[in-house]
Structures are given as structure tokens and as C-alpha cells.
């Protein structure tokens, strides 16, 4: 357990934000599972158009061509990966982590390029 300097404890602080993103990430996991099909659909176009944005600000920012290329790749990669998942059928599971993987990294690639 660690303690500050007033001696309060966030041990069990840290244990309930633990459990209280995995109950979150369930109850999403949940409510993708009932209608997969539609939410599926929505996501390929909102996650596509947040890809799109990374893109072209990896595009347009001044970073060396080997960086720029590199990250491009990785959101073009996780962008296509997710689309695919979606159109091949896989399991649920596989789709919902390929979706928030895309999005977070599109949107740390969006936050990198903006500062």
C-alpha cells in the first residue's frame, strides 16, 4: 500500500478504479454483444473518420519522413485491421478491442500532432 505525505492510503483507491473500468469495459462489451451488427456499423465510420484526421495531421505535421511513415503505418494498420475484423465476422471480443485499440491510438496520434 502506498502512503503520502499525510499519511492517507490509495491502495484500495487504486483496486476500486481497477474495478470500476473493468465493470465499465463489460457493460460496453455487453451492450456491443446485443446488437453487434449496428454498432459494428456506426463504428467503422466513426473510427475510420477519427484514422482519417490522424492521417492527415501525421501528413501535414514536420516530423522526419521515417517517423512520419512509421505512424502512418500503425493507423492505417489498426484502422484497416478493425474494418476487416468487422467484414470477416470474427467474435465480438476480437471486434470490441480492435475498435478501442484503433480509436485510442488514432486519437494519442491526434493529441501528439496537435502539440
Given at each position: 500500500?502506498t ?18 473500468v473493468?465493470?465499465?469495459y ?9 446488437q453487434k ?6 463504428a ?7 484514422g482519417s ?15 512520419l511513415l512509421?505512424?502512418l ?16 465476422q470474427?467474435k465480438?471480443n476480437?471486434i470490441?478491442n ?6 485510442a491510438?488514432s486519437i494519442f496520434?491526434?493529441?501528439i500532432?496537435l502539440?
Amino acid at each position: 500500500m502506498t502512503k503520502n505525505t499525510t499519511g492517507m492510503n490509495f491502495g484500495h483507491q487504486k483496486i476500486n478504479l481497477k474495478i470500476t473500468v473493468m465493470k465499465l469495459y463489460n457493460s460496453l462489451l455487453d451492450e456491443f454483444k446485443k446488437q453487434k451488427m449496428g454498432y459494428a456499423s456506426i463504428a467503422i465510420i466513426g473510427q475510420s473518420c477519427i484514422g482519417s484526421v490522424a492521417a492527415m495531421l501525421i501528413l501535414m505535421s514536420d516530423a522526419s519522413k521515417g517517423m512520419l511513415l512509421i505512424q502512418l503505418f500503425f493507423v492505417t494498420i489498426l484502422c484497416m485491421g478493425f474494418n476487416g475484423a468487422v467484414i470477416a465476422q470474427q467474435k465480438t471480443n476480437i471486434i470490441f478491442n480492435l475498435l478501442l485499440i484503433s480509436v485510442a491510438f488514432s486519437i494519442f496520434i491526434i493529441t501528439i500532432n496537435l502539440i
